[in-house]
């Protein structure tokens, strides 16, 4: 329980409403950057994206949308489903935020031995994929829809 709970700990800076870079939470950021992957990105796929209620994801939005980063628009397969992209500006903050992104991971790396780097994060990316397939038989675990 406490590796549980000293991750909880650690990784709250990626689940708070605050800003931790460029006026941008962590989750707007992972909108961001999915829209910008994905070039154009349906609301809708957006909560399971992000494992958050549909209220949830239309609280993250609008503050993107508001700041000028993204733009809604209806999607064109239908009328009442909505589709984002990035604009200008949010192309730039989402480069601002993974340089302030690489630079936070340089100094977590930085904090592990060289020598036990790679194999820390193995263990980690083994442990990720360990709670996600136990998540499953988990109601604790579970996204709320």
């Not at 690489?102 to 980690?124: G, H, M, S, W």
Request: charged share 30%; with cysteine.
């Amino acid at each position: 329980m406490n590796v549980f709970s000293g991750l909880s700990q650690v990784m709250r800076c990626c689940w708070r409403d605050e800003a931790f870079c460029e006026g941008i939470t962590f989750h707007q950021f992972m909108i961001l950057d999915t829209a910008a992957k994905a070039k154009e990105l349906n609301m809708s796929d957006l909560h399971k994206i992000l494992s958050v209620q549909k209220s949830t994801t239309t609280r993250l939005v609008n503050p993107l949308i508001n700041k000028g980063l993204l733009r809604r628009d209806k999607a064109d397969h239908d009328s009442r489903a909505v589709k984002l992209t990035l604009t200008k500006e949010g192309l730039e903050t989402h480069k601002k935020v993974w340089l302030c992104l690489i630079d936070f991971y340089q100094r977590v790396t930085n904090n592990i031995p060289e020598e036990k780097r790679a194999e820390v994060l193995e263990c980690v990316k083994i442990f990720i994929a360990a709670i996600k397939n136990s998540s499953d038989t988990c109601n604790c675990c579970k996204p709320r829809s």
